[in-house]
């Protein structure tokens, strides 16, 4: 907040003449009210340049910001069995702020084991839902078994609701369609009526049993239903629905239908709105159902808010998407898929009830407007979160934080006021008690009509006069009457330049701003205004800041040169707890999809990521083996907020669980199984060892090759061998088949030659 502006620093280049103005300047600012001074420092200044200028430290001005803790029981363990539970801490604090300063307070809440629990069964008794009661009369005892695993310590009731009983939501033709609205389908039921309250919260389950049993439907001309009207009188008649103070508050609404909401009571001529009261008649009726309209959505939400109920919607899947709607715009609320006879509603209220028990979410009422709140969660693993204020996935017993930051933008006229920080649907609450400190304690020691200015001309406030009315002047020395042209030299801040930059007058030396219809015109030359900042879409500073002297200030939560950008997160957490579903960084409030293919609010479509399998297994390997890309980059715990839990084997939970399998750096085959229970919470159950290729054994392998070369060198002899033989044989056939192609005479030796040789001669012809 300091920083050199023409040789100074923001405290002395305002123009501010008093300490008042001075404080609002920055919280750096502190104000010399020393009557006399030596030299001609500034009074407003830097508490240590007005220590250094002799300033003496009784006369120096300087209110600090403070927090401190007024009331702080430690949190408790366990709900049932102790005089008082508590679930949040501390309980009061008080906040001293001076103008534009902030404090930073911590808040810790507990969801406590075995909290006591009432819950109120508010049921559509139309005609449609005929099957449904049937299934719900033993609702009571099945109920209390399983909500004993959870709490020792639950009462319920009932109540029903079908519709405005005036035309045009009832049947009013034939007259006896009046008493009986299923007279013309032929059958007998009970006359129309909006809401009546059967059942008080008691802890005797048997008693829900035998109430239910007594109850009949009716029947409604139109479709939607007076649910809402049910609703608000649920709520606000605490004598007698018997909400108990330390209790969780469940309201459970079953419909197969839509509702009316606020103005729909206009078809019937009814525009006096609804306004909140208790009107259950002695029988126990909803008597000002056909007087005032249907509640709003604005209306129910405080109201719940205000009684700490949540609201679990229990309704058929026709309609489930409307209701899903409605549980965005009111805090606490679940909604379930109701099937259509209402034979899983018990399942569904255990789980709607854990994922209550998982979240918390912290709401504020009654904010100042001169306060702005900036939150930081740390939810799991000691992990901050900034901008967000809730935290999923919990487990019963686990301990949350919130770190608040408190700025005051202004001072509003009212010195002190409060505020309350509440987790929804809990009873607990922090009470914020602020006390503006825009006033500076040597006011209180105004001299009126002091001689020190100009022989009683003004008043001596905090070192300096403030003058009387047409007095002008440090010492109120001088009257708007004596105008003198040589006193203007002191009016430029340079020679040259245009006297109180041309939006004021120059009178006994000091500059006289004009007023303006934008805004104020203030500084010690008429340099500065109110009203001269950038504008976005049409509003100063965006409507999320003040226009200090041409500069947006913004508030804690903004940012930007228009405080057009907020340092909010909370607007981008997906469903899974993370942060534009991992896809993608907040920018300015909204996610910016980095990851292809990725686009919603939230990054939450991407139909080109990899699947569960792919992104869990980086999970698996940094939360369970302590190693991966994940581990290097230090951010395990903040993208994997995953449970690990390690098993022999992959169980089967449903068509909710996803088995996975992949190989790890070692080529060993990992198995593991992804699964979201009722709560939100996800799990991965990983088999305790992997499975890896063993190595080789090496006297195997000796005896291996040994036993190869045996063989080798066996087949080859026995190769040879039979080329050997296949050759010899082939020989042996040669000869027998030349000995038997010979043809000479056994009786005459070839090779015998006679002793005597014969020959012949040529020339003799004989008897020729």
Known sequence: LCFAVSGGNICTTRGVNSCKQCLAVSPLCAWCSAEVRAGSSPRCDLRTNLLQNGCGQDYIEFPT??????????????????????????????????????????????????????????MDLSNSMKDDLRNIQNLGTKLASEMRKLTSNLRIGFGAFVDKPISPYMYISPPQAITNPCYEIGETCLPMFGYKHVLSLTDE???????????????????????????????????????????????????DAKTHIALDGRLAGIVQPNDAQCHIDKDNFYSASTTLDYPSLGLMTEKLSQKNINLIFAVTDTVVGLYQNYSELIPGTTVGTLSRDSSNVLQLIVDSYGKIRSKVELEVRDL?????????????????????????????????????????????????????????????????????????????????????????????????????????????????????????????????????????????????????????????????????????KGQM???????????????????????????????????????????????????????????????????????????????????????????????????????????????????????????????????????????????????????????????????????????IGLAALLIWKLLITIHDRREFARFEEEKARAKWDTGHNPLYKEATSTFTNITYRGNM
């Open 65 to 122: 910001s403070t927090v401190t803790i007024l009331e702080d029981r430690p949190l408790s363990n366990k709900g049932s069995g102790s005089s008082t539970t508590t679930q949040m801490s501390p309980q009061k604090i008080q906040l001293n702020l001076r103008p534009d300063d902030s404090q930073i307070f911590r808040v810790q809440v507990r969801q406590v084991e075995d909290y006591p629990v009432d819950i109120y069964y508010l």
């Open 541 to 711: 500073c965006s409507g999320h800041g003040q226009c200090n002297c041409g500069d947006c200030l913004c508030d804690s939560d903004w940012t930007g040169d228009y405080c057009n950008c907020t340092t909010r997160t909370d607007t981008c957490m997906s469903s899974n707890g993370l942060v534009c579903s991992g896809h993608g960084s907040c920018v300015c409030g909204k996610c910016d999809c980095t990851q292809p293919g990725s686009y919603g609010d939230t990054c939450e479509k991407c139909p080109t990521c990899p699947d569960a399998c792919t992104i869990k297994k980086d999970c698996v390997e940094c939360k369970k083996f302590e190693r991966g890309v994940l581990m290097e980059q230090q951010s395990c715990s903040r993208m994997c907020r995953d449970e690990i839990e390690t098993v022999q084997e992959l169980g089967d939970r449903g068509k909710d669980a996803v088995n996975c399998t992949y190989k790890d750096e070692d080529d060993c085959v990992v198995r593991f199984q992804y699964y979201e229970d009722s709560s939100g919470k996800s799990i991965l159950y990983v088999i305790e060892e992997p499975d890896c290729p063993k190595g080789p054994d090496i006297l195997v392998v000796l005896l291996s090759v040994t036993g190869a070369i045996l063989l």
């Open 205 to 255: 389950v048997t008693r829900f049993n035998e109430e239910v049993r007594k109850q009949s439907v009716s029947r409604n001309r139109d479709a939607p239903e007076g649910g809402f009207d049910a609703i608000i009188q649920a709520t606000v008649c605490n004598e007698k629905i018997g909400w108990r103070n330390d209790a969780s508050h469940l309201l459970v609404f079953t419909t």
């Open 368 to 536: 100042p407007e001169e306060l702005s709140l900036a939150f930081n969660a740390t939810c799991l693993n000691d992990e901050v979160i900034p901008g967000l204020k809730s935290c999923m996935g919990l487990k019963i017993g686990d301990t949350v934080s919130f770190s608040i930051e408190a700025k005051v933008r202004g001072c509003p006229r009212e010195r002190q006021k409060s505020f309350t920080i509440k987790p929804v649907g809990f009873k607990d609450s922090l009470t914020v008690v602020v006390n503006f400190n825009c006033d500076c304690s040597c006011e209180s020691q105004a001299e009126a009509n002091s001689s020190s200015c100009s022989r009683g001309n003004g008043t001596l406030e905090c070192g300096v006069c403030r003058c009387n009315p047409g007095r002008l002047g440090s010492h109120c020395e001088c009257s708007e009457e004596e105008y003198n042209p040589s006193q203007q030299d002191n009016c430029s801040p340079q020679p040259g330049q245009p006297l109180c930059s041309q939006r004021g007058e120059c009178i006994c030396r000091q500059c006289v701003c004009h007023s303006s219809d934008f805004g104020k015109v203030t500084g010690k030359y008429c340099e500065c205004d109110d009203f001269s900042c950038v504008r976005f």
